[in-house]
């Protein structure tokens, strides 16, 4: 059984920062990609910001400049940290991982429990 765990949500104020944290555990053989999504109440859930294993990196264009995402290979865990935050902001956040579970088994998509995100105006 794989697990990922978000932690780091809250309540801020415009302007202030968060920093949201995602670990992977179970069976895990390789994660190819993690990312985090987020999902506005009546909107459709989104990309935020996605990470290879490489390191690439790609962002949604409305949190480009302001959020950074990371990745700690070793440990699993994906980070987003996000500054300047605005009111249109706040979400429900989700981590996502797409990874295989054993050598020569195909790589599934995998999900958080999300972590809410209130930004203040």
């Known amino acids: 059984q794989v697990q990922l765990v978000e932690s780091g949500g809250g309540l801020v104020q415009a302007g202030g920062s968060l920093r949201l944290s995602c670990a992977a555990s179970?069976?895990?053989?390789?994660?190819?990609?993690m990312g985090w999504y987020r999902q506005a109440p009546g909107k459709q859930r989104e990309l935020v910001a996605g990470?290879?294993?490489?390191?690439?990196?790609n962002y949604a264009n409305s949190v480009k400049g302001r959020f950074t995402i990371s990745r700690d290979n070793a440990n699993n865990t994906v980070y987003l940290q996000m500054n300047s935050l605005k009111p249109e902001d706040t979400a429900v956040y989700y981590c996502?991982?797409?990874?295989?579970?054993?050598?020569?088994?195909?790589?599934?998509?995998?999900w958080g429990q999300g972590t809410q995100v209130t930004v203040s105006s």
């Open positions: 179970g069976s895990i053989f390789r994660i190819n990609a």
């Open positions: 990470i290879l294993s490489s390191g690439s990196t």
């Open positions: 996502n991982a797409v990874l295989s579970e054993a050598a020569g088994t195909p790589s599934r998509v995998y």
